[in-house]
């Protein structure tokens, strides 16, 4: 499952130095269990004292994404949790590693990330996954990948080091696609196109989304959370995703 050409750090001219962090870096990232990993530049990010952005994801098992199509399920709760605390260990490792090389670094594990209220983070995931060429922020305002569409979870790591840097997507592939549109249980999503700097309630009704997360999941499972996923299990790219693992 996992991508090695997701992430492509050349070495660096400046010397064996970089490219030895670039290459162990890598390594400890897929090890740890990163399906997708990449580089991007944080420059003109607001808020963001690091230049640069380590993005990782973990794609979910083609199972779980089935079961969603028709609504949240107990075994998605349980699984994202999972999936955060595997992320939260991949990116720790890569901060171990590049603190050792004499670097600053900083993991963005969930236990560190503070939202606002309106429960956005200052340096959001999404924002360094697309920065580091992973994918763009879609219809359904999550990343969308190529590989896995927007079955995935994600977590990021910020840096000083000189990594090489990924080509950063800033404009949305979605094209006319509507398949998340149409199918939210919410009416939620606004069909909006992405840009980079776009805000976020250009794309969906943020309030709209998170009340019918909470009544559908409650209706399916029992369970009083924020959770639904019918957005992103249907995403043609997703399905692309699906019709890939049933070939195998």
Known sequence: MR???????????EGRGHYESDRGLKKIL???????AGVGSLK?????????????????PGNVIRD???????????????LNEKLN????????????????????????????????????HKTVAARAGLGWIGKNCLLVTPQYGSAVRISSLLTNAPLDEEEA???????????CVEKCPAQALKGTLWEAGMPRKEIVDAE????KQLEIMYERTGIRTDLCGKCF????????????????
């Not at 199509?69 to 998605?76: A, F, M, V």
């Not at 997507?169 to 398949?179: E, F, V």
């Not at 709209?208 to 009340?211: L, R």
């Not at 299990?233 to 195998?248: D, F, G, H, N, P």
Request: net charge neutral.
């Open 89 to 124: 260990q991949i990116v720790a490792a890569g901060e171990a590693f590049l603190k050792a090389q004499g670097y600053e670094a900083y993991a963005q594990t969930t236990d560190r990330v503070v939202v606002n209220e309106e429960n956005i983070s200052p340096i959001p």
């Open 68 to 82: 969603l199509q028709d609504g949240p399920t107990e075994e998605y709760y349980h699984l994202y949790g999972t």
């Open 233 to 248: 299990a249907v995403c043609t790219y997703t399905q692309k995703y699906l019709q890939s693992l049933s070939e195998e």
């Open 169 to 179: 997507i800033l404009k949305s592939r979605c094209g006319g696609c509507r398949a």
């Open 30 to 36: 897929f090890e740890k269990g990163a399906d997708l």
């Open 44 to 60: 003109g990010v607001k808020n963001c004292q690091f230049q640069t952005g380590v993005s990782v994801a973990v794609a979910l």
């Open 3 to 13: 991508n090695l050409q997701g992430i492509s750090w050349k070495a660096r001219k």
């Open 208 to 211: 709209a989304c998170y009340q």
